[in-house]
């Protein structure tokens, strides 16, 4: 008698980006930025302020940040040590004052004082990735350069099987040719909301997730978790 395998992982699908963001529209049809801005400027630090810290932590920040600080040649008005203090509680201070201020230098010389509308340039600002401007351009200026893949992402698609890779530019690019243009902001706010919401770094709550029937790792509930 033939023998039907029980193993579940000779029998996923493999999932695909259309799926995902079918799945996660439903789930998340709000999701989007969750920084709070008022102006390019403001994103923009607001992005650099947000790297490993919360949205939450950062947006406590701006309401008396951007109080203070409107224009790029206001960042540059005080020491370096005063904006410090100022963004301290957002983690790695030294460096993010710096890069904010360096930022707005290079914004004054370089750009007419305004955030530039475009990939190359932002990569000229000191602090911004290709994640950051891909979250400023598409957010402030709805410029489609960029699919930002932060930890959430990288998380995610490692779990759900649709990269096998940490490397982040490598993932972007990978995921910029499977996904619809349209769709790249997009993908990337949903993943950051199944990534809080359902499938956090520490716990996967695999009964409630859409893709518990063919996520390679859901198997591994309850053993070692090979994906992390
Ligand atoms: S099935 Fe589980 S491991 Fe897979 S994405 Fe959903 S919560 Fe994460």
């Not at 301290?88 to 983690?91: I, P, R, W």
């Given at each position: 008698m033939y023998d039907f395998p029980t193993n579940r992982h000779t029998l996923f699908v493999k999932i695909t980006v259309d799926t995902i963001l079918r799945e996660l529209k439903l789930l998340?049809?709000?999701?989007?930025?969750t920084l709070d801005w008022r102006t390019p400027l403001e994103l923009l630090v607001a992005t650099i302020l947000a790297a490993q810290c919360t949205d939450k932590r950062v947006n406590q920040v701006g309401k008396t940040l951007f109080v203070k600080y409107k224009t790029p040649q206001d960042y540059l008005k005080v020491s370096q040590e005063e904006l410090e203090v100022d963004v301290?509680?957002?983690?790695s201070f030294r460096m993010k004052a710096r890069a904010i201020q360096e930022s707005c230098q290079t914004i004054i010389n370089r750009y007419d004082e305004k955030v530039p509308r475009s990939m190359e340039k932002m990569?000229?600002?000191?602090?911004?990735?290709r994640k950051t401007a891909a979250v400023v351009l598409g957010t402030?200026?709805?410029?489609?350069?960029g699919i930002p893949i932060d930890t959430h992402n990288i998380r995610l698609l490692n779990r759900l099987g649709?990269?096998?890779?940490?490397n982040q530019d490598k993932i972007e690019l990978q995921m910029m040719e499977a996904t619809p243009k349209k769709d790249w902001l997009k993908l990337s706010h949903l993943l950051v909301a199944h990534g809080r919401a359902v499938c956090t770094a520490h716990n996967r709550d695999c009964s409630n997730c859409p893709f518990q029937e063919d996520c390679p790792s859901s198997q591994t509930r309850g053993r070692s978790d090979k994906s992390k």
């Open positions: 998340y049809p709000k999701a989007d930025c301290h509680t957002c983690g990569l000229t600002l000191r602090g911004v990735g402030a200026f709805g410029v489609t350069a649709v990269v096998k890779t940490k």
